[in-house]
């Protein structure tokens, strides 16, 4: 397993375009995480999956935010409308649910960067 | 409210030289679990340590250690005989239970100087 793939690892983008970043997780992984890093700052949570559920939403991730994953395994992140203010790292995660949400280690991947101008 | 704060944005130290670093957390919750990860330049978060708020025992790994308090809420990582491979930024992370939303805090880079 190569651990969690994200695609593209940087993104530049003029304000007002859509962006959308893919993340890959581990494949026997069933929880899926999107979290936002800014210069400085320690992860956000954005929202997770299960399986293909959306489970649960940050109020962060406004109405130009919308995450997807179809079928359980890869998932989607898009981001309408940029602003400059959406700059940022965007880090994926995944675990595998025991059902003891303290026993879900979520394992990373690199991040995808985006600098909107 | 759920909260997790690490003073120390930044620390150098000489190589071979003990550093901690300190994690204060707040929950009302009884149970919680308590994580430290570890960023290197490359970006991507690596998992270090796990603790539930049932179990006190400190732990050792190698030239890792956790001290862990829940009298004053406090998760403190320290690195024996530091080495230029530590240099990151560490975070220590909540999880209260019920939810999967971890909460990070905003990180201490540490810089080991050779």
């Known amino acids: 397993d190569t651990g969690v793939s994200q695609d593209p690892r940087h993104k530049i983008t003029k304000r007002g375009q859509n962006v959308t970043f893919r993340c890959d997780p581990i494949?026997?992984?069933?929880?899926l995480y999107w979290y936002r890093q800014t210069l400085g700052q320690g992860p956000e949570f954005l929202t997770y999956?299960?399986?293909?559920?959306?489970?649960?939403k940050s109020r962060l991730l406004s109405d130009r935010f919308s995450a997807e994953r179809p079928k359980g395994s890869f998932s989607t992140l898009e981001i309408q409308r940029t602003e400059q203010g959406d700059s940022a790292m965007y880090l994926c995660?995944?675990?595998?649910?025991?059902?003891?949400?303290?026993?879900?280690?979520?394992?990373f991947g690199a991040g995808s960067r985006l600098t909107v101008l | 409210a759920q909260k997790v704060t690490q003073a120390q944005t930044e620390i150098s130290v000489v190589e071979k030289e003990d550093v901690t670093l300190d994690c204060v957390y707040e929950?009302?919750?009884?149970?919680?679990?308590l994580f430290w990860y570890k960023q290197p330049p490359s970006g991507e978060l690596v998992f270090l340590i796990r603790?539930?708020?049932?179990?006190?025992q400190n732990e050792i790994s190698g030239r890792y250690s956790w001290n862990f308090q829940k009298s004053t809420s406090s998760f403190n990582f320290t690195i024996t005989a530091s080495q230029v491979v530590d240099s990151a930024v560490y975070f220590c992370?909540?999880?209260?239970?019920?939810?999967?939303?971890?909460?990070f805090g905003t990180g201490t880079r540490l810089k080991v100087l050779a």
């Open positions: 995660a995944s675990s595998f649910s025991t059902g003891v949400p303290g026993a879900n280690v979520l394992t």
């Open positions: 494949s026997e992984h069933n929880r």
């Open positions: 999956f299960q399986n293909e559920a959306q489970l649960e």
């Open positions: 929950t009302r919750d009884t149970t919680y679990y």
């Open positions: 603790r539930n708020s049932f179990d006190e």
């Open positions: 992370a909540l999880l209260t239970s019920g939810t999967y939303k971890y909460i």
